[in-house]
Nanobody, 116 residues
Framework: QVQLVESGGGLVQAGGSLRLSCVAS?????????LHWYRQTPGKQRELVAS???????IYADSVKGRFTISRVNAKNTVYLQMNSLKPEDAAAYYC?????????WGQGTQVTVSS
């Protein structure tokens, strides 16, 4: 089991940037297969934003390609989401998730608000 704690959310103007962090504990970080960032707005399903594998392969939702970057630093037990050129439609609660041994763990989320 792994515990995940997100941080870095907040209020930003459209066009601005934020960097989200997610720190993992309770498991050896490099044993986590894939790390994900999801986001969710009220009344909508949680959607995948980006993923990064243990081999550092990445995938992105079409809506964030070219603007968001996911990265992981195993030595810090941390996965990041660098978000640039933010748009009002990026506003959401952002969650990190970790896949290990076929199980998925979730963080509590961090709120991102984008003003137009």
């Amino acid at each position: 089991q792994v515990q995940l704690v997100e941080s870095g959310g907040g209020l930003v103007q459209a066009g601005g940037s934020l960097r989200l962090s997610c720190v993992a504990s309770g498991s050896i970080f490099f044993s986590i297969n894939t790390l994900h960032w999801y986001r969710q707005t009220p009344g909508k399903q949680r959607e995948l934003v980006a993923s990064i594998t243990s081999g550092f392969s990445t995938i992105y939702a079409d809506s964030v390609k070219g603007r968001f970057t996911i990265s992981r630093v195993n030595a810090k037990n941390t996965v990041y989401l660098q978000m640039n050129s933010l748009k009002p439609e990026d506003a959401a609660a952002y969650y990190c998730a970790a896949d290990i041994s076929g199980l998925r763990s979730w963080g509590q989320g961090t709120q991102v608000t984008v003003s137009s």
